[in-house]
């Protein structure tokens, strides 16, 4: 599979969905990992909750942490695509959406090699894009969130979603705080999903599994053997 051949053409460079990317088992067994995780593992947020693994990234470098076997398996298969060049993905971010969560718009930042894959599983989701406030200086006080929104992705459940580009370095994305969507023509996407136009879907319970590449990355025995 060559991911270049779902580009999302209507959207700005560079967008690419793959629906049905992993099988309604794989679903349901990444599912059943996730919630057999240690309750520790899950860090509790104000509109979600999430888990790190690989490490935490930080501007001063990731401690490297052992991956799963069932979260390696979906990291090789993106690596298999070439999703990040010759990088190899070291870092899972693992977010619990319930019905009416969302996320402001914000973008991932230098720490991370830049492109975003996103697995989604259980329910639906749209993901939204804003131009950034420095692009209207002049009017970043009167002019709101909504008239930013240059449009949005349908997120299937079991597709990966992979952003590059402008998509990843100059537009904000994030997920609004509704519990239904309408599929519209404003998503880039939506030629390559199955629900038509008009369509009201109804959110469930939804997890992403955010698979990035952390460049700078220290070693756990050189970091413990410092601390010495």
Not at 2 to 9: D, H, I, L, N, T
Not at 168 to 184: A, E, K, M
Request: glycine share 6%; net charge neutral; hydrophobic share 35%.
């Amino acid at each position: 599979m060559c991911y270049k051949e779902y580009r999302v053409q209507n959207a700005p460079a560079a967008a690419y969905y793959i629906p049905n990317f992993i099988t309604q088992n794989e679903e349901e067994y990444l599912m059943q990992q996730i919630y057999a995780a240690p309750k520790p593992k899950w860090k509790e947020l104000a509109h979600r909750r999430l888990q790190n693994w690989g490490g935490l990234p930080h501007p001063k470098g990731m401690v490297e942490e052992p991956i799963p076997s069932w979260l390696q398996e979906q990291m090789d298969k993106i690596t298999t695509l070439r999703a990040f060049e010759d990088k190899i993905p070291n870092h899972v971010l693992v977010n619990e959406y319930l019905p009416g969560q969302g996320i402001m718009p914000h973008v991932d930042g230098p720490m991370f090699y830049p492109t975003i894959t996103t697995i989604n599983i259980g329910s639906h989701s749209v993901l939204e894009f804003y131009t950034p406030l420095q692009l209207h200086e002049e009017m970043e006080q009167s002019r709101s969130l909504s008239m930013r929104n240059i449009g949005s992705l349908l997120l299937e459940p079991r597709s990966l979603l992979i952003l590059k580009e402008d998509m990843y370095t100059s537009y904000l994305h994030g997920i609004s705080q509704v519990t239904q969507d309408t599929v519209t023509q404003d998503m880039f996407n939506f030629e390559q999903c199955t629900p038509m136009l008009g369509d009201v879907l109804t959110r469930g319970k939804r997890i992403s599994l955010t698979i990035r590449h952390v460049p700078k990355v220290l070693k756990a025995k050189l970091v413990f053997g410092r601390a010495r």
